[in-house]
């Protein structure tokens, strides 16, 4: 059980998020990550899936409550290919969970964050925004609304 003390001290921001969605890693070769993510280290897939819309295909992999994502462009003039030639394999962004995404982002926004998305949209796996890199530190930090929080009939998810 966690010690109350030590809970009061983290900053309230940092308690607001929720887990660790995922961090994703861009790849050159689907396939070939693939071969040491799933084959070599275990890890269990549990989605791959073209996503038209930002012109590259993800896999998601299983690893205790959070998952890795590997982002494959399909496309060379896409931000991400641009981010592949540029910086090579590796380290993309990180992925925390929030209640309320809408209410998240307005948040951030008061609080001075520039925001990539300034409201929720569609992800692989729910409502999804981007927080500017020039905000964070310069880590991409994306936001996905816990399931079943109100963006995901807002957009259409089951």
């Known amino acids: 059980m966690a010690d109350p003390d030590i809970a009061a001290s983290v900053p309230e921001p940092i308690r607001r998020l929720g887990k660790v969605h995922h961090v994703a890693l861009i790849v050159r070769d689907l396939d070939e990550a693939l071969g040491f993510w799933r084959d070599t280290l275990g890890l269990p897939v549990e989605l791959v899936l073209p996503i038209q ?4 295909t993800i896999a998601f992999l299983s690893v205790g409550e959070s998952k890795v994502e590997l982002v494959m462009p399909t ?6 290919a641009r981010f592949l030639a540029s910086k090579g394999e590796g380290f993309h962004h990180v992925c925390f969970e ?8 307005t948040r951030l926004e008061v609080d001075g964050l520039e ?6 949209r569609k992800g692989a796996e729910g409502p999804v ?4 890199p020039r905000s964070c530190h310069g880590v991409l930090v994306e936001l996905i609304e816990a399931p079943a929080g109100p963006a995901w009939a807002a957009l259409g998810y089951p």
């Open 75 to 80: 496309d060379e003039t896409t931000g991400v």
């Open 98 to 105: 929030v209640e309320d995404l809408a209410k998240t982002l």
């Open 53 to 56: 819309t930002d012109r590259v």
């Open 115 to 120: 925001l990539i998305d300034k409201a929720p």
């Open 129 to 132: 925004a981007f927080i500017h």
